[in-house]
């Protein structure tokens, strides 16, 4: 069965949301470059639950609303009120890499509003012992490296497909890089640190062990630093888009957690 | 037609395997490489090359900003400006400028341009670049995805700065001062004239003729290759109704001048092949910050590369922007060199073509020392500038050109000249 689309407004700004699967509801805030189109680890993950994938402004399927945004805190509201427009408040909210930097915001800031919170590989911490990578400024043809341990993986998301627009898709590719450089300027350090205490909720943190962006080292500061209980768990051969190296152990891992 | 001395002063001892051995000359150019004891004397030389050039009658003497710059040693162009308007009396002074959406307030520049319109006597070009991403996004850190926005917030905060005679309050998007009230005002009333440098794109180009600013296409890539950019420029003008004032642009170019066409083929084989070769070794990651181009900019890049094709084939201008070796560098038009006459003869016939009334020369580039920067300098002003003065004074009424105070009412300045004499 394909996944559904639907269109949501919140306050102004518009979303896609794409859903498949039944029972818990999970609400998905994807990565680096959003979802320009439907990954499989969504397929393995909806046979565990009813996936809702909410495009964050900016990011495909999210229009130009990040144009309105001009901070962490207004991209956090509007990430909060898309979650609650797409009907999953109070449901498990996942957040991988760039994603997951607004899932952490939106699970301190308002913590009544996330039953339970997946991290996966998440933005937003930084160590001067050991930064995370400037993923933005990189050659074009070594991101799919820097992203990924499956050669391929990365271009292959973001590859336009047959029926694409030849002129248009390249430039919603930018956008989604514009959006997430948009509140992670210039070093992605959100400071998050000083809100992880209020984050009361379970929370799952998945790290690819090979994660060569965000340092899979940074899992033990999210560990200490979060109030509610944590579980750390690494995905084996997998880069910072675990989701794209190893989308059954990620979807797996998921549905431990949501089962627990 | 003005004549304007252009100065980006290079650090002009980067070593041999520069481009071998280091990634970039721009953002994490290793500090390793830079002399301070060494830059003592750059900075000197470029300064009284600067002098010289406003000495030898050039109508303007420019300089720059960038930061973290191995090609550009100026992160505060202002300071130098400020020397030169004490030790120059009549030669305008062209701040190329400020990158005003990185100052915070953007008021910094509204005070520091009216600072240096104070002591110049109203002498003050003021320019308004958005900023390369290598200097705004990377180098200080600015957010590409907001720079734009910002920039246009600072421009219009600065102008009501300058024009606004009673303290206000500003609440923009970005800035929010409860007080603006800039002391000192500009000499030059309502304001300096303001030029924007810029790239090719469209936006610009409205922007600058809606505002009634200065377009300047500052490439380092010469005139065939600037050619293109001009031309749509003037195209675009046309479309929106503006009259072909040739001074509502400018253009740079490099020039090389020699009593023979063989001494300058070999006077400027080393410093353009010095600037071609390390001083334009950038790391392309560095060049393109998601938000920084505009996607109507990008649309239209992606769109137009086949229009383009065509239409450089049409106008027989396509022209490489790699080129390293001499040979190439002259073909391409980077750096024209030859005889005052040849040069002189060139130079007119590009600025008709392309309808530029304000060019910008750059008479230094790369490791060229001070010795041959003024023999070329001197060359310049007494063999090529009178050949090409005349050119659209005729028509046109340069608009956009500084109106200093009355020599009568301007101080009595009596810095020290020591380098004239030499």
Redesign the interface.
Known sequence: MDHSETIISAHGIESRVWRKGSGPKLAYLAGFAGLPKWIPMLDALATHCEVNAISLPGFPGGGRG??QL?SLFEFALATHDLVAAAGCRGATLMGASVGGALAMEVAAIWPDSVGKLVLQSPFGLYDDANPPTDP????GD?VDALMCETEGAYNALIAAPGNAD??EW??ET??A??????YL???SATHVEKRLGRIVCPTLVLWGDADKVQPPGYAGALRDGIAGPVTVETIAGAGHMAELDRPDAVADAVARFLRA | MKLMWFHLMPYTELPDDFRDNHPSVWVDIHSSLFDPQRAHHMYNDFMDELEFAADCGFDAICVNEHHSNGYGLMPSPNLIASSLARRTKDTALCVMGNSIALYNPPTRVAEEFAMLDCISGGRLIAGFPVGSPMDTCFALGQNPSMLRQRYLEAHDLIMKAWTEKDTFAFNGRFNQQRYVNIWPRPVQRPHPPVWVPGGGSVETWRWCAEMEYVYCYLSYYGYKAGMQTMMGFWDEMKRIGKDMNPYRAGFLQFVGVAETEQEAYDLYREPAEYFYGRCLHVDPRFAMPPGYTTEATQRAGIESQVGRAAKEQRTNIAVSKSAREYDAILDNGYVITGTPDQVAERLRAIAKEMNVGHLMLLLQFGNMSKQLTQYNTKLFAEKVMPQLRDLFDDEWEDHWWPTPMADENRAKVSAPRMMAAE
């Open positions: 990040h144009l001009d933005w400024a990189q050659r070594k030849a002129v390249p430039i930018v956008r890089r514009e959006a997430s450089a948009r300027w210039p070093n």
